[in-house]
Every structure is written in C-alpha cells, then in structure tokens.
C-alpha cells in the first residue's frame, strides 16, 4: 500500500474536503435565505409600521424591531448560523489539525521574522471577549488560529478567496513611495500580504497580540513568497521610535476595542508615523437607515462584538482631528459588488465600509 502524501504546502492542507462541503452549502443556503427573503420580511414589517424613512435614534428602532416577528426571526436565525458557521470551521480543522501544527512549525526557510513578546500582558478587552462568538479566541493556541481563519473563509466564501477585498483596499490608497509599513490588527496577514503585493520593497510589518496567529500569518507568507516582519504587540504600545514609519494601516480592528483605547492607539500611532506619514483605516459605518442599522447593531451584539455600536456611534473625522491628524478624508467605501445605489436600496440588506485617510 502506498505512503500517504504528505501535504507540504498549507493552502493545500486548508483546501475545502469533499465531506466539508455538504454543510457549507446547508450554511450558505440559509445565509441565503436570511439575507434575502427573511430581511424583506422583516422590512416589510417595518415600513408597514413606521414607513420607509422615519427618523430614529438606535434605541427607538430597537424597540420598533423587538415589535416585529420577521425581525426578531431574523436575529435568531442569524444566532444559529454563527453557531453553525464555528462548527464547521472546527470540525474541519480538528479533522487535519495534528498535519496543520506540524506545519506551523518554524524552519529555516522561513521568509521574513517573527518577533514574540514574552512579557506583553492582554488587555482585558481582548483576551476577556470570545469575539464573534469563537469559543477559546484566538491566541490561545494554534487551534484557535486556525479555526479563525477556517471561519473567516466561510464569512466571505467566494468573496474573498485570494483576499480581493484586502487588494482593493490596499489598491485604494494614496499613491506614495513608503519606506516602512505597519499593518496594525494583522490577525494572520490578510491586509498585510496585500500591503507586500502593493508595495514590494519596503519593510512591511505585522503587528498583532495574538502570536498563534503570527504563526499562522508567517507560515502563509512564506508560501506566498512574501517577507514580512511579524511582531507580537497592541495598538497601544507600539514598538517603533518616533517618526519611524512611512504608513500605518489599521482593517476591521477598531470595531473591537473600546472608544478610549482606540483614542489612544490613534495617538500611538500619530506618534510613530512621520511627518507626513500616512493612516489607512477600513471599517463598518451606518447607513442611516434605522432598520438595517439596527439589525446590524443586534448582529454585533450577538456575535460578541461588545464595542462594536460605540464605535459606529463615534465621528471618526472628529476622532482622526483630535488626535492631531491633517488631510482627513472620511467616506465611503464600496468593495467589488456593491455600489451607493445598492446601498440605497432598502429592500436589499447591505455591508456599508468606509475609508479613512489622514496624514500626520
């Protein structure tokens, strides 16, 4: 009988099994049905009780929801595939997790660095939250890590395959020639490698307080042939010298922290740009719809996104101004697919980004 082969490469190991993909298709079915037919549903009970623009604060929509029975079927279904969606993901990584950890060991070959900060102690509102529901987190161990982006991949299944919405991201920033990058929030480098594709000569790092994801991040780079500096650190205290970066870029991290820290990293990070110096941040906004707004916000909330209403509550420009920042542009952002007019649309339940630049 032959040998087994052995799977050197970790985007093959993670490659979507046979007997993964009955399930991911249940999951997506009823995604399906959630985002489509269950929210008109819920819209049309909503437009039928209050009309299709009223004016109304988060608490006052909130308690027009709870009225109404597609909207409160809508948030429970939208509990159970969260719950679904970590099953799968956890399913499919303990099913190949012995050959994934022997990957995620460090070889000589590796491209680029990883730097651990053996004293570095979590912030409470980190390590205290099972963000998205992800039971453990995700810098615990090298499960975690994995499951993480197993389960990231099926948030955006045949969106974000190759990390196209990070590339337009990346492609949408100001065209400057920087010296040295910092992508801070790496997780395992979705933003990053798409900073090392953009920009292939300067120093690129990844910053993140969860090493098991740096593992991970400098595991997938190296196979993508990309070098990059992967340190374990927070927002808070970053470890550069005054004026020491060209570019800071900061992607789907601030929803989960808490208004007064992000006012502090947005400080740090003024700090170690340099004059001129370039801030990116991709982020979720209101639509200024109540409706869709407050779905948003109950999803949030279930998912364990504690801070994720403040931060939609704060004016990031005033935010970005306060903290010293100049040449601020604050606005939204549209990835492939999506446009102002299906954003307009009501009928249609909607993702709204935005893109914030600023220079220090």
């Known amino acids: 009988m032959p040998d087994t082969p052995v799977i050197a490469r970790l985007d093959d190991l993670l490659a979507w099994r046979p007997e993964d993909k009955p399930a991911i298709a249940s999951l997506m079915a009823l995604r399906r049905h959630w985002s489509g037919t269950l929210y008109r549903r819920a819209r049309a009970e909503w437009d039928a009780a209050v009309g299709p623009s009223p004016q109304a604060t988060l608490r006052e929509a909130a308690a027009i929801a709870e009225t109404l029975p597609a909207a409160r079927e809508f948030r429970q279904v939208d509990r159970w595939l969260q719950g679904e969606l970590w099953r799968i993901a956890e399913a499919s990584v303990d099913a190949r997790l012995p050959a994934l950890s022997a990957l995620l060991v460090p070889r000589e070959a590796d491209l680029g660095t990883l730097t651990a900060d053996s004293a570095l ?165 209101t639509l200024g719809d109540p409706c869709r707004d407050v779905l948003a916000a109950w999803h949030s909330m279930l998912i364990a996104e504690p801070w994720s209403v403040p931060y939609r509550a704060l004016d990031i420009a005033a935010e970005l101004a306060a903290a010293g920042f100049t040449a601020i542009d604050h606005r939204p952002w549209y990835a492939a697919g999506t446009s102002p007019e299906i954003e307009r649309d009501t009928q249609r339940w909607f993702t709204p980004w935005a893109l914030s630049v600023a220079r220090r």
């Not at 990346?170 to 997780?187: F, Y």
């Not at 060209?246 to 601030?254: P, R």
């Open 121 to 285: 102690t979590l912030p409470d509102y980190y390590s205290g939250t099972d963000f998205h529901l992800q039971k453990g987190g995700i810098w615990r161990e090298d499960r975690g890590a994995l499951v993480y982006l197993m389960g990231a991949r099926l948030v955006h299944v045949g969106r974000n395959d190759a990390f196209e919405l990070h590339d337009a991201f990346a492609a949408a920033l100001p065209d400057i020639s920087p010296r040295r990058v910092l992508d801070l929030g790496c997780g395992y480098g979705k933003t990053t490698f798409s900073l090392r594709k953009r920009w292939p000569q300067p120093q690129v790092i990844g910053l993140d307080p969860a090493l098991p994801c740096l593992r991970l991040a400098r595991r997938m780079a190296s196979e993508r042939g990309h070098a990059i500096d992967w340190r374990q650190g927070i927002g808070e205290r970053i470890p550069e010298a005054d004026g020491a970066l060209d570019l800071v870029t900061v992607t789907m991290v601030f929803h989960e922290i808490p208004p007064p820290v992000i006012r502090a990293i947005l400080t740090e990070i003024r700090r170690v740009l340099r004059p001129g110096g370039v801030l990116a941040m991709l982020e979720n906004r």
